[in-house]
């Protein structure tokens, strides 16, 4: 009973410094990412507040010099560009990162841009994470059956094909379906038309139609990774000793590739799924810009050409913070589904 306890002692203790040494790669990634973009947009020769007078003053003629340096201390204190760069920082961190308050949007002023982002965000995720789930999925089983019937031709030809498709990036992919299906064909729109002021049913049916040439791309582009990468890994599961064991004791071909070169070959995909978000999302910010869609990739792109720091800032943290997020899930996560792994 005291073995059994100083056991449990001893997990519990070996997981806590496994969870905090995760947690503090966590915050530390999140700390370097959103430093990073801080410091980068305000290298833009552009002024955010000198481009909004610009605007205000075209449509309401000239104004008295008093109230318009009034007006631009206002707005540099809105758009957190009061104080030295270090206090805008310091401001950045509390507020922006910590409460996600981000300020006003100049594209839209003066809406919070953190209330925008909210309705874009949902877009770029369910386009990101169906897209992604089901290339991991469909890509591993065709690898694993290449993999496994390593010297079929059907293998060969499956593998052929994912190296044709791996390397090319994702707007080429994107540019070249919407070319075909959207243009030549007219199956589906040029850009993005989601209508939204007919009912639910309508809503998802153009949203749907519009989401499937851009969640098409992604798919294509991810799958050929994984098949090349469970190829590999089942290929060479299928040569080690248990699974040539199990094939003398009679089992057959599909429990082997079930229950022993699937179960081995899946743990390393399933790290490699966590290490793929952060590329997936860019792929998907270049898809959303080719095609219109109204995820957080087109919000991005008109903040940057229209220097709206707070917008750029907001979405990039938001970012930087689901990825890190769904990275640190699957690091916890992985040795439950790995029993060889231990937290040490």
Known sequence: MRKILQKKVGGFVKFRTYFLKRLGTWALTIWIGVTFIFFVPRMFPSDPVESMIGQISARS??????????????????????????????????????????????????????????????????LSMISTLLAWIIGNL??????????????????????????????????????????ILGWFPLTTTINSFQGFGVFMASLI?????PALSLLLVGT????????????TTSEEDYVLYARYRGLSEGVI?????????????????????????GGSIMTEIIFGYPGVGTLIQKAILQSDYNMILGCITISIVAISTATLIVDLVYPFIDPRIRYS
């Open 257 to 281: 590739g079930t229950k022993y070169v699937l179960k081995n070959s899946i743990l390393t995909q399933v790290t490699a799924l966590a290490m793929s978000l952060g590329g997936v999302f």
């Open 61 to 126: 003629g000239s104004m008295d010099p008093v109230q318009m340096d009034a007006l631009r201390r206002s707005l540099r204190v809105q758009f957190g560009l009061e104080g030295s760069l270090m206090e805008q920082y310091t401001t950045f961190l509390w507020k922006g990162l910590l409460h996600f308050d981000f300020g006003p949007s100049l594209m839209s002023y003066p809406e919070p841009a953190g209330k925008i982002i909210s309705t874009y965000l949902p877009y770029t995720v369910g």
């Open 142 to 183: 065709i690898g694993l059956l290449a993999g496994f019937r390593k010297n079929k031709r059907s293998s060969k030809i499956l593998e052929g094909i994912a190296i044709c498709l791996y390397p090319i990036p994702y707007f080429i992919v994107a540019l070249v379906l919407q070319i075909f299906f959207a243009y």
């Open 209 to 213: 139609k519009s989401s499937i040439l």
């Open 224 to 235: 050929g990774w994984w098949i090349i990468s469970m190829k590999s890994l089942a290929a």
